[in-house]
C-alpha cells in the first residue's frame, strides 16, 4: 500500500474531527416552536461542509515538488511590506478599521471594503474578480442572515 500524504494525512484527521463535530451538533435539543432555521442548522452545515472539504483534500492531487535551485534571497518577501510581522499589523488594522466602520458604511460596504483591502494587500492584483468574489459572498452572508436567519446586521449606505 502506498505511503500517505501530509495532505491525506491532514484529511484524516480533519474527517475525524469533522465526525465529532456532527455527532455533537446533532446532540443540540430542538425547540418546540417549529421556525425555519433552528439552532442547529449552522453546526450541522459547518460539520458537512468539513466533511466534504476532508473529501476533496484526501483526493487532492500533490504538485510536483519545487526545484531546489531556489536560493534563500528568492523565497524571502520582497518589499518592506512583504514582511510577516508589517503584513500582520496591517491586517489587524484593517480589522481594527473594519469594526468602526462597520455601523457607518454598513456591513455590506464595510466587508467588501475588508476583503477587497486585505487581498490587495497580500499582493493579489486581479481587481475585479476579487472584487466579484468578495461581493458575492459578502451579499450572500448578507442576505442569508438577514433574511433566512432574521439577524438584522447594519445597512449602513446601502439599504437593502
Same mark, same amino acid.
Given at each position: ?27 443540540? #435539543? ?12 449552522? #453546526? ?32 524571502? #518577501? ?25 455601523? #457607518? ?56
Amino acid at each position: 500500500m502506498a505511503r500517505l500524504n501530509i495532505n491525506q494525512l491532514l484529511a484524516l484527521i480533519l474527517l475525524a474531527f469533522s465526525l465529532g463535530y456532527l455527532w455533537m451538533a446533532y446532540q443540540i #435539543p430542538v425547540f418546540p416552536i417549529p421556525r425555519p432555521v433552528d439552532s442547529d442548522a449552522f #453546526p450541522k452545515l459547518l460539520g458537512f461542509s468539513l466533511l466534504l472539504l476532508s473529501v476533496f483534500l484526501f483526493f487532492e492531487k500533490t504538485a510536483p515538488a519545487a526545484s531546489a535551485e531556489k536560493t534563500e534571497d528568492e523565497l524571502q #518577501p520582497s518589499g518592506w511590506h512583504r514582511q510577516p510581522k508589517v503584513q500582520v499589523f496591517g491586517t489587524a488594522v484593517g480589522v481594527l478599521a473594519y469594526a468602526f466602520l462597520i455601523e #457607518p458604511l454598513g456591513f455590506l460596504l464595510a466587508s467588501i471594503l475588508l476583503g477587497v483591502g486585505l487581498a490587495y494587500w497580500f499582493g493579489y492584483r486581479q481587481h475585479w474578480i476579487n472584487l466579484a468574489t468578495v461581493g458575492g459572498i459578502v451579499l450572500a452572508l448578507y442576505l442569508l442572515m438577514n433574511k433566512v436567519m432574521g439577524i438584522y446586521l447594519p445597512q449602513g449606505l446601502l439599504p437593502l
